[in-house]
C-alpha cells in the first residue's frame, strides 16, 4: 500500500507553477482527450488563483476534510477568527486556542488533533512558505504526511489551490472520481488505480485536468459522450 501511494505521487514538472492563463494546457488536453475538450469548452477559462502556502492554507485543507466546500467554509472562517489567516496564524497562537474552542468552532476531535500536530511539526520543522514553496510535489507530500491525520489529499489540496502545480492528480478526491464517471459515462465510480491509469494521457497538465473534472459536476445534465 505505501509503495503505490508513493507512485501515485509523483510529478513529472516539479516544481514549476502553472502559468496564469495556461494556454498550453488546455491546447495539449483538448488533443489528448476530445471528451474532456468538450467539458473544456463548456465550461470556460481555468480558474485556480493560487494563494500563499501557509500554516493556515495547511489547517484550511484538514479543515476540508470529507466535507463540502460550504460546511468547510463555514468551520474555516469560525477557526480564522480564532487562531488567525495567512497573514497571522502562527504555530504560536494556534496551540494557544483551547480544544473545546476548536470544537466549538466545528472541528472534530480528530481534526483538532490534526492540526494541533501541525503546528508542532511546522514549527518543529522550522517551516516556512519560502521554503515550502520550493520543494517538489512529492518531497512536500512525503514531509507533510509524516504529520497523523495528513494524508496525500491534503498535501494535494495545497498543491493546486496554493502552489497552482501543474500535474497533480488528486486520486482520492470523491469529485474527481465522480467527474470522471459523468465525463466517460461509466456505470460505476472508478477506483484510485483507475483513475491513475485514465489519467497518463493528461501528463502533464493532470491539476488541470482534474479542475475541469470538478466543474463538470457543476453542469447541467449533458451527454460528453457525443
Same mark, same amino acid.
Given at each position: 500500500?505505501?509503495?503505490?501511494?508513493?507512485?501515485?505521487?509523483?510529478?513529472?514538472?516539479?516544481?514549476?507553477?502553472?502559468?496564469?492563463?495556461?494556454?498550453?494546457?488546455?491546447?495539449?488536453?483538448? $488533443?489528448? +482527450?476530445?471528451?474532456?475538450? @468538450?467539458?473544456? !469548452?463548456?465550461?470556460?477559462?481555468?480558474?485556480?488563483?493560487?494563494?500563499?502556502?501557509?500554516?493556515?492554507?495547511?489547517? *484550511?485543507?484538514?479543515?476540508?476534510?470529507?466535507?463540502?466546500?460550504?460546511?468547510?467554509?463555514?468551520? $474555516? +472562517?469560525?477557526? *480564522?477568527?480564532?487562531? #488567525?489567516? +495567512?497573514?497571522?496564524?502562527?504555530?504560536?497562537?494556534?496551540?494557544?486556542?483551547?480544544?473545546?474552542?476548536?470544537? =466549538?468552532? #466545528?472541528?472534530?476531535?480528530?481534526?483538532?488533533?490534526?492540526?494541533?500536530?501541525?503546528?508542532?511539526?511546522?514549527?518543529?520543522?522550522?517551516?516556512?512558505?519560502?521554503?515550502?514553496?520550493?520543494?517538489?510535489?512529492?518531497?512536500?507530500?512525503?514531509?507533510?504526511?509524516?504529520?497523523?491525520?495528513?494524508?496525500?489529499?491534503?498535501?494535494?489540496?495545497?498543491?493546486?489551490?496554493?502552489?497552482?502545480?501543474? !500535474?497533480?492528480?488528486?486520486?482520492? +478526491?470523491?469529485?474527481?472520481?465522480?467527474?470522471?464517471?459523468?465525463?466517460?459515462?461509466?456505470?460505476? %465510480?472508478?477506483?484510485? $488505480? !483507475?483513475?491513475?491509469? @485514465?489519467?497518463?494521457?493528461? *501528463?502533464?497538465?493532470? =491539476?488541470? $485536468?482534474?479542475?475541469?473534472?470538478? %466543474?463538470?459536476?457543476?453542469?447541467?445534465?449533458?451527454?460528453?459522450?457525443?
Amino acid at each position: 500500500m505505501a509503495s503505490a501511494r508513493r507512485e501515485s505521487t509523483q510529478c513529472a514538472v516539479t516544481p514549476r507553477r502553472l502559468p496564469a492563463v495556461p494556454s498550453k494546457a488546455l491546447a495539449d488536453l483538448r $488533443a489528448a +482527450d476530445p471528451r474532456l475538450g @468538450r467539458v473544456i !469548452d463548456r465550461v470556460g477559462p481555468f480558474e485556480v488563483p493560487g494563494k500563499p502556502a501557509t500554516l493556515y492554507q495547511f489547517c *484550511r485543507a484538514v479543515l476540508g476534510q470529507q466535507l463540502s466546500t460550504t460546511v468547510a467554509a463555514r468551520i $474555516a +472562517d469560525r477557526f *480564522r477568527g480564532l487562531a #488567525g489567516d +495567512d497573514g497571522t496564524l502562527t504555530p504560536a497562537s494556534l496551540l494557544m486556542v483551547s480544544d473545546e474552542s476548536l470544537r =466549538t468552532a #466545528g472541528l472534530s476531535g480528530a481534526k483538532t488533533r490534526t492540526v494541533r500536530a501541525l503546528a508542532e511539526f511546522w514549527a518543529a520543522e522550522n517551516l516556512s512558505t519560502e521554503r515550502i514553496t520550493a520543494l517538489p510535489d512529492e518531497e512536500l507530500i512525503r514531509l507533510f504526511t509524516q504529520v497523523k491525520g495528513i494524508g496525500p489529499w491534503t498535501v494535494k489540496m495545497v498543491l493546486i489551490f496554493c502552489l497552482r502545480r501543474p !500535474d497533480v492528480l488528486p486520486v482520492e +478526491d470523491l469529485g474527481v472520481r465522480m467527474g470522471l464517471q459523468r465525463l466517460d459515462g461509466l456505470a460505476e %465510480q472508478p477506483k484510485p $488505480a !483507475d483513475v491513475e491509469r @485514465r489519467a497518463e494521457i493528461w *501528463r502533464p497538465w493532470r =491539476t488541470v $485536468a482534474s479542475w475541469y473534472c470538478w %466543474q463538470l459536476l457543476k453542469l447541467p445534465a449533458e451527454d460528453t459522450q457525443r
